[in-house]
Nanobody, 114 residues
Framework: QVQLVESGGGSVQPGGSLRLSCAAS????????MGWYRQVPGEERALVSR???????DYADSVKGRFAISRDNSKNTIYLQMNNLKPEDAAVYFC????????WGQGTQVTVSS
């Protein structure tokens, strides 16, 4: 049974940093491209960043230069280092496999306000 568990969210001031984690189980993790999504109320979930099984990465324009995605296949985990956070980054963040959407986890809330 596939399970995705996100953690690491919190409340920070603009300019602050957070590191999100997503632990996956029940899948051959190292073969999957994995991604981070975010969702704000009233809007669809949007892909923020992804990392391939060959560690290639890409980012939405809105987060380029501020966010960094990484993965540790020995831990079946991906990470999202978020720096210089802005109020518009506030959302619930989820992880998933963009090529074959898996059951969604509960997400982790990120709040950015002064």
């Amino acid at each position: 049974q596939v399970q995705l568990v996100e953690s690491g969210g919190g409340s920070v001031q603009p300019g602050g940093s957070l590191r999100l984690s997503c632990a996956a189980s029940g899948l051959a993790f190292r073969y999957y491209t994995m991604g981070w999504y975010r969702q704000v109320p009233g809007e669809e979930r949007a892909l923020v960043s992804r990392i391939t099984n060959e560690f290639l990465t890409d980012y939405a324009d809105s987060v380029k230069g501020r966010f960094a995605i990484s993965r540790d296949n020995s831990k079946n985990t991906i990470y999202l280092q978020m720096n210089n956070l802005k109020p518009e980054d506030a959302a619930v963040y989820f992880c998933n496999a963009p090529s074959e959407l898996l059951p969604w986890g509960q997400g982790t809330q990120v709040t950015v306000s002064s």
